[in-house]
């Protein structure tokens, strides 16, 4: 009968020690710096390389998108361009965007050639595609676009109504952007930001490119075909 209390004692007293220990674990405060950094510092490092690379990307679309602007800005105040004045303004957009590599700019000059109803119907615009007056920088993918069919199918649905006789000109801009980390650390793969920005001339009836044969007509001599006064 005796060991039979005795065994029931030790049992109990087993439980309470190790009872005791859990308790005294849970209170427990001290720790090792090192396995906790091992544990949290990728995990971290990963979170940090993530948003850096959210930032920058947004950065260089925004930076895209408003040296679009800029150029686009410039060309509405002027009457003409050339191969020479493309090939500038590709260079200011690459140095713009902060895009060295793989850069392009494409003007295409297009006309409301028919009555408005015409021009504007979402289902079948008919839209003139200026192709004299178009032109594109030297690059991959930057060609200019080859026939009417082809302009609209590709800029119909980003060009805003128009008025029977205006004319206006898009600009298309591309700038590579590759990320500094792994995309499949990041999720952030090497891109393209290609940017489309609808502009009317300001103070011209439209842009026109002088070139391959072609002389512009100086507005302030001759505007429309009418000498100014």
Request: one cysteine or more; hydrophobic letters at 35%.
């Amino acid at each position: 009968m005796s060991e039979i209390f005795s065994n029931r004692s030790a049992r109990k007293s087993r439980f309470g020690s190790v009872s005791r220990r859990m308790k005294a674990f849970q209170q427990e405060e001290r720790g090792s710096i090192t396995i906790e950094s091992l544990i949290i510092l990728p995990l971290l490092f990963s979170a940090l390389m993530a948003l850096f690379t959210y930032y920058d990307a947004y950065r260089k679309q925004s930076l895209s998108l408003r040296a679009n602007y800029a150029i686009s800005d410039f060309l509405s105040r002027v009457y003409k361009y050339d191969n020479t004045t493309v090939t500038g303004l590709d260079n200011l957009f690459s140095y713009l965007s902060k895009t060295s590599e793989k850069s392009w700019i494409r003007i295409t000059v297009v006309k409301c050639d028919v009555v408005d109803t015409q021009c504007n119907n979402p289902l079948d615009r008919k839209l003139k595609y200026m192709s004299t007056d178009s032109a594109a920088s030297p690059g991959e993918g930057s060609a200019k676009y080859t026939d009417e069919a082809q302009m609209i199918n590709a800029l119909g649905a980003k060009i805003p109504n128009m008025y029977e006789g205006e004319y206006l000109f898009v600009l298309e801009t591309s700038a590579s952007y590759r990320p500094i980390f792994p995309g499949s650390w990041t999720g952030i793969y090497s891109t393209d930001f290609k940017q489309s920005v609808v502009t009317k001339s300001r103070e011209f009836q439209f842009l026109c490119f002088e070139g391959e044969g072609k002389t512009c007509v100086d507005p302030n001599v001759t505007f429309a075909g009418s000498t100014s006064g």
